[in-house]
């Protein structure tokens, strides 16, 4: 019994020293890690530990309209640069081509933070393409990272490295090719960083002073320098950064001296991720005065490294330090100088550090106007070289270019394409004039506003009483005179009303392919463009009107992605409310599924036009500007291209969701699919759209309406009650349209019901995110295209895969002898997918 405490006190022990371990261990772990090796058909190992995933593996993440792969499975005949890690040449051996602007969407599962972008580019020889002529710009949804940029010749990797904060849940990156150009990229790399790497303040080189506000600015690394070291490769730093030797940077490599100590004996200050600002390899080497004994001259000498930027940028400058070469504290002062001025005199590390070998850091910001020669010089310089004891030391560089007021790390034109003139923090004179100016203004917009309010006395009695006028005379008053008042944003084209009455003979009734809510849809001919539109044309005593005309509008106009149908234009003439859109050959999913004598879809379609859709819905909560809910996801609103392309249509209820999770607005929407907690709370989130997405996957499976009437009486069915009540009773396959139940994959239907149930939760809290349910339908794909390799009878729902009961006749009732497949909310036990190649999808919400 003595025994027991004994072994209680030893587990206690035993836990505190792990705690104790696990607290001062050099560590950080990502929570968010995307690495994709762009082109590659399978995941890439690189030898410094990291795996970057394939195309096939991040398929989702991207939307683009037409890429190419491009490989190069022989060596690559040149010298890697210093600041390239080694380890990333597989990287380079393939590529992605874009024609048409293309997008990588990425989850964040925290905003607020700083993450690391990474990108890789090497011009590879291919056939068609001549990569080392594409001209493209690079930009995330607020920040441009490249502009028109061009790989200088085919010999040349590059690397870019940036360090932005995200406050939103998805992040984008863009690629744009100039006009008659393309875009490619090699690899990337999107990864978070610790939010202790970049404080707020600095030391202001010019004028000298305290700089603050660096974390509300975003960075893009240029150098980042071992000093005295060989480069560092990503495995042996914790962040995965590179580091590179200083022997191209040293301006005076005949006064200094290389120096290094074991790496194990570097200590790092008490306060929290210390550790993280460089490992222990940068501090355990350093470059130090050469020994004056040595020298051929006496004068007062110096260390100084020079580095070529960009002229009319402000620069982060960090450097590192740590007194390997004292012996004693208190001998080791000196000043530091960039671009010939202070950056700190008579720095003493025995006051900063109290140690020695114990790391330090400072950082230093120089402004724009002070980078005139396309250069930054850093110099260490020692207190007393003649005195014998002096020395000066430096282990480490960083520089980091600051974003301009553009948002742009390249040249000065914004995310939305337009130039903006650069600006310089003023100096005293310019603060003066600025004062002086400012004054002028003010007065000037003074006399404005009391002309303004003259003028706005003689009309106001007028405008209101013509607009009262009007709204008695007809409701489209405002939306008449909106076009002339305040253009809308966005690329759409203006129709006078002549142009689509040519299209359309009229508004010929034979010419109408659809009616809705809005009012009726017509096929038009656009004879100057020779193209095919789908016009609608809005109804006047429609519940759907200015409202709807003017979302549906705005909306298409901000929004551009391959499974959302593209608006084309408008027409707002003569009372008109028109919208013209891209024609859709095949019309909506629903005449494919019933109600029209049309040759039933293939399950492998299905899944297909399931898997756009769930795209199309996916940009829409995740990749726009804002959140956005369609609010009316149903299968009329699901239409297929020629080539039965899957996208969704009809934003006239569509709602924005600005930093919340849900909207309070009355419940809009189409019977069968509205979300009931909707119903119940009025609060519409992003939850609404997966419910009635859910009820789409029934539909596309089954074949039937949302509603239905029995045949022997008046009592309606619900499709998802009845699809439900069947899986609780195991009988599955009952539900599947007879027309494909024989050439589904037991395994594949298993992951599609099983997505389509948690859609279908009560409570939103319950449902997947649309990612999550995209993730699944992609399993579900591969699974069924998995078995076309298989013979039929190993996979056939009606053959001797069923069991029937003795009553049999044509509505036996049948059991899968598989009976996983009735256990539909186990999603995690399918087997034979190969996780690894949804891996980056599946952490899309958190899951």
């Not at 002073?209 to 000093?227: A, C, D, H, M, P």
């Not at 040759?599 to 036009?609: D, M, N, T, V, Y």
């Amino acid at each position: 019994m003595s025994s027991r405490p004994l072994l209680h006190h030893l587990s206690l022990l035993l836990l505190l020293l792990f705690l104790f371990l696990l607290s001062h261990t050099n560590c950080y772990t990502p929570y968010v890690n995307y690495l994709i090796d762009c082109g590659a058909y399978n995941h890439t190992h690189l030898n410094d530990g990291r795996t970057f995933k394939s195309d096939r593996q991040t398929t989702s993440l991207l939307s683009t309209t037409e890429d190419i792969q491009a490989s190069n499975h022989s060596p690559i005949a040149i010298t890697m640069p210093s600041f390239v890690p080694p380890s990333s040449l597989p990287l380079f051996q393939t590529a992605r081509i874009f024609a048409d602007e293309s997008t990588y969407t990425f989850y964040i599962s925290r905003t607020g933070g700083r993450i690391w972008i990474r990108l890789y580019f090497y011009a590879l020889p291919h056939p068609s393409y001549d990569l080392a002529t594409a001209s493209f710009s690079v930009h995330t949804n607020h920040f441009v990272l490249l502009h028109e940029f061009s790989p200088r010749n085919n010999d040349n990797l590059v690397f870019k490295e940036y360090l932005v904060t995200v406050f939103e849940n998805r992040f984008s990156l863009k690629f744009k090719p100039i006009k008659n150009s393309f875009a490619f990229i090699n690899a990337i790399e999107v990864v978070s960083a610790p939010d202790t790497l970049i404080s707020d303040s600095a030391t202001a080189v010019s004028p000298h002073g305290e700089f603050k506000g660096l974390q509300q600015s975003e960075f893009q690394v240029l150098y980042r320098v071992n000093v005295g070291g060989a480069i560092i490769a990503p495995n042996n730093d914790t962040l995965t950064r590179t580091w590179e030797p200083d022997d191209t940077y040293n301006a005076n490599p005949n006064g200094s001296v290389n120096v290094a100590v074991p790496y194990k004996g570097i200590k790092y200050p008490e306060f929290g991720g210390a550790d993280l600002i460089a490992p222990s390899l940068v501090y355990a080497t350093a470059v130090q005065i050469k020994d004056h004994k040595d020298m051929q001259f006496q004068s007062k000498v110096n260390l100084s490294w020079m580095m070529n930027v960009e002229n009319s940028y402000s620069y982060l400058i960090r450097l590192h330090f740590c007194d390997i070469v004292s012996k004693s504290l208190n001998q080791l002062v000196f000043s530091v100088y960039i671009n010939g001025m202070v950056g700190v005199p008579d720095l003493d590390l025995s006051s900063q550090t109290r140690e020695l070998a114990t790391a330090f850091y400072q950082d230093f910001v120089l402004n724009a106007s002070a980078v005139e020669n396309g250069f930054i010089f850093v110099q260490v310089e020692p207190e007393d070289l003649q005195l014998g004891t002096s020395n000066a030391i430096l282990n480490g560089i960083e520089i980091m270019k600051m974003i301009n007021s553009a948002n742009s790390f390249d040249g000065l034109f914004s995310v939305d394409g337009d130039y903006k003139e650069q600006s310089f923090p003023p100096n005293a004179e310019m603060r003066t004039l600025a004062f002086v100016g400012l004054v002028l203004a003010l007065i000037g917009l003074v006399l404005l506003l009391m002309t303004c309010v003259q003028m706005s006395k003689s009309t106001k009695s007028w405008e209101v009483q013509a607009g009262f006028t009007w709204w008695m005379i007809h409701p489209f008053y405002s939306r008449s005179f909106s076009r002339v008042r305040s253009p809308r944003k966005g690329p759409k084209r203006f129709f006078h009303l002549s142009e689509l009455q040519r299209a359309t003979n009229n508004f010929e009734e034979s010419r109408v392919i659809g009616v809705g809510g809005y009012g009726k849809v017509y096929l038009g001919r656009l004879k100057e463009d020779n193209m095919n539109v789908a016009i609608k044309r809005a109804n006047g005593g429609s519940g759907q009107g200015l409202k709807e005309f003017r979302t549906e509008l705005d909306m298409l106009s901000e929004l551009r992605h391959r499974h959302l149908v593209s608006l084309i234009g408008y027409c707002d003439e003569n009372s008109e409310m028109i919208l013209v859109y891209e024609y859709m050959a095949n019309g909506s999913f629903r005449s494919h599924l019933y109600g029209a004598n049309l040759r039933p879809l293939s399950w492998k379609q299905r899944l297909e036009i399931c898997i756009g859709a769930a795209r199309g819905l996916y940009y829409l909560h995740t990749g726009a500007a804002q959140s956005i809910i369609h609010r009316d996801v149903k299968t009329t609103n699901i239409l297929l291209d020629e080539n039965y392309v899957a996208k969704v249509s009809d934003f006239g209820l569509s709602k924005t969701v600005p930093n919340k999770a849900y909207v309070s607005t009355a419940v809009k929407g189409s019977f069968g699919y509205l979300d009931p907690e909707y119903f119940r709370k009025l609060k519409l989130t992003q939850k609404s759209d997966v419910y009635s997405f859910g009820v789409v996957l029934l539909e596309a499976l089954c074949g039937r309406p949302v509603i239905w009437t029995c045949p022997n009486s008046t009592q309606q069915v619900s499709l998802v009650d009845w699809v439900m009540e069947r899986c609780k009773r195991g009988m599955v396959h009952e539900v599947v349209d007879p027309s494909i139940l024989e050439s589904i994959n037991p395994k594949s239907l298993k992951m599609f019901v099983g997505a389509a149930k948690r859609c279908l939760e009560d409570h939103g809290a319950d449902r997947p995110s649309i990612g999550d349910v995209l993730w699944h339908l992609e399993c579900a794909l591969q699974l069924q295209e998995g078995a076309s390799h298989v013979d039929a009878p190993e996979y056939n729902l009606s053959g001797k895969n069923l069991i029937c009961s003795q009553q049999g006749g044509q509505n036996g009732n049948c059991d899968v002898v598989d009976n996983d497949i009735d256990n539909a909310d186990n999603l995690g036990d399918i087997k034979d997918v190969n996780a690894a190649l949804f891996s980056q999808i599946a952490n899309l919400q958190g899951r």
